[in-house]
């Protein structure tokens, strides 16, 4: 006769292995077509939400810039011009104004003794697409010097236990027209401050005679556009030289002191109307930096000019693109001699180095 075994029989040893097997092999098979799913799920909808590519061989046109052609030199607002000698902007008058702050922090150990050195540098900067801004050469630091115990030092910048990269040092803030209730641990809208990734000045830079002295910054992410925020506008690259013309007006923007010996920085963002006048002016104002009209520009006036920390300041003309009036930017703040009170000041000029810019923008 045969043999009944009854349903609440124990398995034995082999069937409770095979049973756990199959299980477990169920259980895989479900969490691979799961994730095969998900997978799917996510090229697609990635696929169909993607923005639509720009060809490389067809670039965005003259004043337009990024993978999006964003417009540059849109403002809200007219500049109300009058730095030294200048006065604070009208909102949203200058919305691709922006400023740099390096800000450096160690303990370092000096004949047998710790010593914390703490320092602070401040510069200006343009916003000339979401994730690049533009500036002078000699806004990154590469030394610092210090007196411990009536003994000079000078150290190189380098990573150290507090910032793991030179560039985390440095800081831009964006929607900065007004500084009021400013500092490290709190920020007054608009105001927004964006870290820094990465940075290149140009390879032939000299900080002696402050030739070829620019710079940009690459930020943390792309910002977004809005009334406090724009592009600026760099020269026409048809143009081997631009301005056309020189003897002409142009408007400086700068956080920097409105008189000699005065505090930085201000807590508003000042705007002036200059003169940006010819080589045979600036070769003959006595100004030591200017040694080349080809890179360089020299514009100011006894009323109005670029003090201490103006430094990276964009340097504007206006002109007519498109039928459209447009604040263009031709130079950045290198070297003030005399916040107004002598000869004019030099800038880098922005046409002579576009095929540079353009070459280390990042989008």
């Avoid at 592009?231 to 301005?243: G, K, V």
Wanted: some cysteine.
């Amino acid at each position: 006769m045969t043999k009944i075994i009854p349903f609440n029989e124990p398995l034995d040893r082999n069937n409770k292995i095979q049973l756990v097997l199959k299980i477990l092999s169920l259980t895989f098979q479900i969490l691979v077509l799961i994730i095969i799913a998900a997978g799917l799920l996510i090229y697609f909808i990635g696929f169909h939400n993607k923005p639509p590519a720009v060809e490389e061989t067809e670039p965005c046109p003259n004043k337009y810039s990024g993978f999006v052609c964003d417009e540059c030199g849109v403002i809200h607002n007219e500049p109300n011009v009058k730095i030294a000698g200048g006065i604070a902007v009208s909102n949203n008058s200058w919305p691709a104004a922006a400023f740099i702050v390096f800000d450096y922090y160690n303990y370092l150990r000096l004949n047998n003794s710790w010593f914390y050195l703490a320092r602070r540098f401040f510069c200006g900067a343009t916003l000339i697409n979401r994730r690049t801004i533009i500036t002078a050469g000699h806004c990154i630091i590469d030394r610092l010097d210090f007196v411990f115990r009536n003994v000079p030092y000078s150290i190189r910048v380098e990573p150290n236990d507090y910032m793991t990269t030179v560039a985390e040092m440095y800081s831009v803030y964006i929607n900065a027209q007004d500084l009021n209730g400013w500092n490290l641990w709190r920020l007054p809208p608009p105001l927004l401050k964006i870290g820094v990734v990465e940075f290149t000045r140009h390879e032939e830079y000299n900080p002696v005679t402050y030739l070829n002295n620019i710079a940009v910054f690459k930020l943390s992410y792309e910002v977004e556009l809005d009334h406090n925020t724009q592009l600026a506008c760099l020269p026409d690259p048809s143009y081997d030289s631009y301005p056309l013309t020189l003897n002409v007006d142009g408007w400086i923007t700068g956080w920097g002191e409105n008189i000699t010996n005065g505090t930085f920085p201000i807590l508003r963002n000042q705007n002036a109307k200059v003169k940006i006048y010819d080589n045979s002016v600036c070769m003959a104002s006595r100004n030591p930096f200017f040694r080349d009209g080809e890179k360089q520009l020299c514009a100011g006036s006894t009323a109005a000019d670029i003090c201490s920390a103006d430094a990276g300041n964009a340097l504007y003309v206006r002109d007519k693109v498109n039928g459209v009036d447009k604040f263009i930017m031709v130079g950045i703040a290198s070297f003030g001699a005399s916040c107004a009170s002598g000869p004019p000041s030099v800038f880098t000029k922005v046409s002579a180095y576009r095929d540079w810019i353009l070459h280390h923008v990042s989008y």
